[in-house]
């Protein structure tokens, strides 16, 4: 019996090492159950994908797709034809998908029109913003998915008001948490680069193809950055996406590019740092586990939970609401708030404990049919 994993993206990693791991440590539950990590290969690059699997202490994938860059219909396409393939070969008895990439809707859909039941951890996280090609991805996952794994009541307000039977809605919390609970003595272990110190700089990530992608927009973002900059010095970790488009902005001289990190060299810095500003979706969650100001440069976010409880603020894309949200946050004390319910390491054994007692369902009525077909 087998049991497909599916990681493809950054941001997938940490999502994934939880579940496996729970998987793991269940198989007296269910020995001949076989999980199988299948990569994608959406990400590539060492620092995009290699250095992540080290540090989080994941196995090598069973199975790697290498589907690589391109527009998203060819990657997405390129996904889906290998995917379907080998759940051809394989026939697994459940697919997991985690997050909103283009691989988590690929492979979902190329399992579902198999008719293998798909889990989606990460389901209902909604920006109702229809120009982002996450939210297509998360609308679609949601809605072919039978399991729906959840990390906040907002997320399954918005499956029940989408029409989703409640009995596919399972609250969870947060695997990226488990991870980043895990590993976070190790991540504080790595020394920080020369010339930074604890809570006296600011981090920053952009990769949005909305904030990045047009060069006017990019400098747009960068005059606010370089006047926040005057007061602090700011890390910015460049996504290969933006580290293509950075040439001919102006930066700040404390604005200092550095590569993409691994898992902990990033993780350590943004505990350590004083303020986050960024365009990512998993670290207005992070931040607000470890307590630290995140600023995200969008209009809106699919984690609405982070700015109602979070240290999270929609700054939005303007410069001068940007640097005015930055120096209040610099010139408040640091934050201390409340923590999601349920984002406390224990998700990817709360996932695993239902898929497995749903596949003992299913063993003991394969088992049941198959000794009334040869009474018969
Ligand atoms: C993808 C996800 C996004 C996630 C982000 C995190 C989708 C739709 N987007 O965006 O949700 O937040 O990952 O990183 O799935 N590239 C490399 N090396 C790599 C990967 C990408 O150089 O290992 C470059 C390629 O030039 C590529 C570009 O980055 O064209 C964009 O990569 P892609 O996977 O298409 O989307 P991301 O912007 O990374």
Same mark, same amino acid.
């Given at each position: 019996m087998k049991?497909?994993?599916?990681?493809?993206?950054?941001?997938?990693?940490?999502?994934? *090492?939880?579940l496996l791991e729970a998987f793991h440590a269940r198989r007296d539950q269910l020995p001949e159950l076989q999980p199988f990590l299948v990569h994608t290969g959406q990400h590539y690059d060492t620092q995009m994908s290699d250095e992540f699997f080290r540090d989080l202490g994941m196995p090598v994938p069973d199975i790697h797709l290498g589907a690589g860059s391109g527009s998203h219909a060819e990657q997405t396409a390129r996904v889906m034809v290998a995917f379907e393939k080998i759940c051809l070969e394989h026939k697994p008895a459940l697919v997991v998908v985690v997050g909103d990439v283009n691989s988590t809707m690929a492979c979902a859909i190329s399992a579902k029109k198999l008719l293998i039941p798909v889990a989606h951890v990460e389901a209902g996280l909604r920006s109702r913003d229809m120009t982002m090609p996450e939210e297509i991805n998360r609308l679609c996952t949601d809605v072919?998915?039978?399991?729906?794994?959840?990390?906040?009541?907002?997320?399954?307000?918005?499956?029940?008001?989408?029409?989703?039977?409640?009995?596919?809605?399972?609250?969870?919390?947060?695997?990226?948490?488990?991870?980043?609970?895990?590993?976070?003595?190790?991540?504080?272990?790595?020394?920080?680069?020369?010339?930074l110190e604890a809570g006296r700089y600011a981090l920053l990530t952009l990769h949005r193809p909305s904030n990045v992608d047009d060069p006017a927009t990019l400098q747009r973002l960068f005059n606010a950055i370089n006047a926040i900059a005057e007061h602090i010095s700011i890390l910015f970790p460049a996504h290969p996406r933006t580290a293509q488009r950075l040439?001919?902005?102006?930066?700040?001289?404390?604005?200092?590019?550095?590569?993409?990190?691994?898992?902990?060299?990033?993780?350590?810095?943004?505990?350590r740092s004083r303020l986050v500003l960024t365009d990512s979706g998993g670290i207005q969650e992070e931040t607000t586990v470890l307590h630290v100001p995140c600023l995200t440069l969008r209009e809106n976010t699919e984690r609405p939970i982070t700015c109602e409880m979070g240290t999270n603020i929609l700054a939005g894309t303007e410069p001068d609401e940007i640097v005015h949200h930055a120096m209040r946050a610099l010139n408040a004390p640091p934050p201390t708030n409340r923590v999601p319910e349920k984002w406390d390491g224990s998700a990817g054994g709360r996932i695993a404990d239902v898929l497995i007692s749903w596949l003992l369902l299913n063993r003991q009525?394969?088992? *049941?049919?198959?000794?009334?077909?040869?009474?018969?």
């Amino acid at each position: 019996m087998k049991l497909f994993l599916v990681a493809g993206a950054r941001p997938n990693f940490m999502k994934v *090492a939880p579940l496996l791991e729970a998987f793991h440590a269940r198989r007296d539950q269910l020995p001949e159950l076989q999980p199988f990590l299948v990569h994608t290969g959406q990400h590539y690059d060492t620092q995009m994908s290699d250095e992540f699997f080290r540090d989080l202490g994941m196995p090598v994938p069973d199975i790697h797709l290498g589907a690589g860059s391109g527009s998203h219909a060819e990657q997405t396409a390129r996904v889906m034809v290998a995917f379907e393939k080998i759940c051809l070969e394989h026939k697994p008895a459940l697919v997991v998908v985690v997050g909103d990439v283009n691989s988590t809707m690929a492979c979902a859909i190329s399992a579902k029109k198999l008719l293998i039941p798909v889990a989606h951890v990460e389901a209902g996280l909604r920006s109702r913003d229809m120009t982002m090609p996450e939210e297509i991805n998360r609308l679609c996952t949601d809605v072919i998915s039978d399991f729906l794994f959840t990390t906040d009541h907002l997320a399954d307000e918005n499956l029940v008001a989408e029409g989703c039977q409640r009995e596919r809605i399972h609250f969870v919390g947060n695997t990226m948490i488990d991870s980043l609970q895990k590993h976070l003595s190790r991540a504080l272990a790595v020394p920080l680069p020369q010339g930074l110190e604890a809570g006296r700089y600011a981090l920053l990530t952009l990769h949005r193809p909305s904030n990045v992608d047009d060069p006017a927009t990019l400098q747009r973002l960068f005059n606010a950055i370089n006047a926040i900059a005057e007061h602090i010095s700011i890390l910015f970790p460049a996504h290969p996406r933006t580290a293509q488009r950075l040439a001919g902005i102006y930066l700040h001289d404390r604005v200092r590019v550095i590569e993409p990190l691994g898992y902990l060299a990033f993780l350590g810095l943004m505990a350590r740092s004083r303020l986050v500003l960024t365009d990512s979706g998993g670290i207005q969650e992070e931040t607000t586990v470890l307590h630290v100001p995140c600023l995200t440069l969008r209009e809106n976010t699919e984690r609405p939970i982070t700015c109602e409880m979070g240290t999270n603020i929609l700054a939005g894309t303007e410069p001068d609401e940007i640097v005015h949200h930055a120096m209040r946050a610099l010139n408040a004390p640091p934050p201390t708030n409340r923590v999601p319910e349920k984002w406390d390491g224990s998700a990817g054994g709360r996932i695993a404990d239902v898929l497995i007692s749903w596949l003992l369902l299913n063993r003991q009525v394969a088992a *049941a049919q198959h000794g009334l077909e040869r009474s018969r």
